[in-house]
């Protein structure tokens, strides 16, 4: 059983950074797939950046690469995800989660995904 928690959301400006972490509890085996997802109001949950606990591999929605990052700190079991160049249209929940997916091979497919946390709300504002 693995728990799930985020921290780091608020409220900034357009332009700004801001840095999610996601702290596990519980055992994560090297074959786990770490996920980033977001949901804004009447939309789709959809994903934002995927690694591979097993060798750090990472993945991107087209929307945000370049500007986030995702890593890992596997001695902390925490997950984060950095911010860079926010955007309004980045306004959501965000949600880390975690998948058996072996090489993060199910992508962004939510229903793969058998942890998920809380989730902590970003708001940028123009």
């Known amino acids: 059983q693995v728990q799930l928690v985020e921290s780091g959301g608020g409220s900034v400006q357009a332009g700004r950074s801001l840095r999610l972490s996601c702290v596990a509890f519980g055992y994560l085996y090297s074959n786990y797939c770490m996920g980033w997802f977001r949901q804004a109001p009447g939309k789709e949950r959809e994903g934002v950046a995927t690694?591979?606990?097993?060798?750090?591999?990472?993945s991107y929605a087209d929307s945000v690469k370049g500007r986030f990052t995702i890593s890992q700190d596997n001695a902390k079991n925490t997950l984060y995800l950095q911010m860079n160049s926010l955007r309004p249209e980045d306004t959501a929940m965000y949600y880390c989660?975690?998948?058996?997916?072996?090489?993060?091979?199910?992508?962004?497919?939510?229903?793969?995904?058998?942890?998920w946390g809380q989730g902590t709300q970003v708001t940028v504002s123009s």
């Open positions: 690694i591979y606990i097993g060798d750090g591999r990472t």
């Open positions: 989660a975690a998948s058996f997916s072996r090489y993060c091979s199910g992508g962004f497919d939510a229903k793969g995904y058998s942890y």
